[in-house]
């Protein structure tokens, strides 16, 4: 094992350029203050994940996935993952609402990207790019291109929502770079990493369920799964 994170470890493959991703059961919260676990939400999540991935690939934006290996494994690129987590915002939610008291629900008349610190001792500070490029986490293309993909990626990902019933409120995602330089789009995108609701009800369908005890998480995960596969 490579690196045991709150969501995932990781492991080495016989392959130096490869990785499994194995996907757990457990959820934490608020910088991992607050815990749980339920049976399944790693499935849903590396399912939900690997079927958007290669999706994703198709509409021109690397990403580190291989192929599904198992109910909760993927082979992936090995990457060195760039310490900054990349948000996307459609919608006012969230740390955004909180730090700019901004209501929840608040269109916003463009995209947000914002970038954090991924640093679970300081709890993922709110940077810019020039923090990013004066400390030697990324260089200037590389930046840019994180920047281009990440609307990309956006520009993929609503209108897909959309097409089965799920509002796109915001979205978290970490980039890698291959020992080439390539930057390419790591980690996951599942319930724990969106915020999605629903188009009719505006019924949170995401994370959000266990950070605010709304209970129903394990049905919301399942629906997104349900949501995500279905072809419209
Ligand atoms: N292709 C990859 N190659 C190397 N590391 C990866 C890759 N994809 C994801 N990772 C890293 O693997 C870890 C996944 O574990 P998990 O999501 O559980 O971490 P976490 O608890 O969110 O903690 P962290 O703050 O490290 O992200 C993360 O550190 C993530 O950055
Ligand atoms: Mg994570």
């Known amino acids: 094992m490579k690196y045991e994170g709150k969501a995932k470890r990781v492991y080495a493959t016989a392959e130096p350029g490869e990785y499994i991703v194995e996907y757990k059961d457990d959820a934490t919260a608020f910088n991992a203050q607050k815990r749980g676990s339920w049976v399944g939400k790693g499935a849903t999540n590396n399912a939900i994940t690997a079927h958007l991935y290669p999706q994703l690939e198709a509409a021109g934006v690397p990403t580190h996935f ?5 109910d909760t494994e993927q082979l992936v690129k090995a990457v060195t993952i760039v310490p900054v987590e990349v948000i996307v915002r459609n919608v006012a939610a969230g740390s955004f ?8 629900g608040t269109p916003l008349t463009h995209p947000v ?3 954090c610190y991924k640093s679970d001792a ?3 500070p709110l940077i810019n790019t020039d923090t990013a490029l004066s400390l030697g986490w990324a260089t200037e293309p590389q930046l ?3 920047r281009e993909l990440a609307l990309k990626i956006r520009g993929f990902l609503t209108p897909y929502f959309e097409q089965r019933g799920v509002r796109l409120i915001d979205f978290k995602l970490e980039f890698g770079t291959l020992p080439d330089g390539t930057v390419v789009l790591a980690d996951e995108i599942s319930p724990d990493t969106c915020r ?3 188009a009719q009800t505006n019924e949170k369908m995401d994370k959000d369920r266990f950070r605010r005890d709304l209970g129903g998480i394990e049905d919301a995960y399942a629906e997104m799964l349900r949501r995500v596969t279905t072809e419209v």
């Open 97 to 104: 609402s909180k730090r700019l008291g901004i209501e929840e």
């Open 144 to 146: 840019l291109r994180i």
């Open 66 to 70: 291989v192929r599904r290996l198992s």
């Open 122 to 124: 300081l709890g993922d």
């Open 196 to 198: 999605f609701w629903d």
């Open 113 to 115: 990207v914002e970038y």
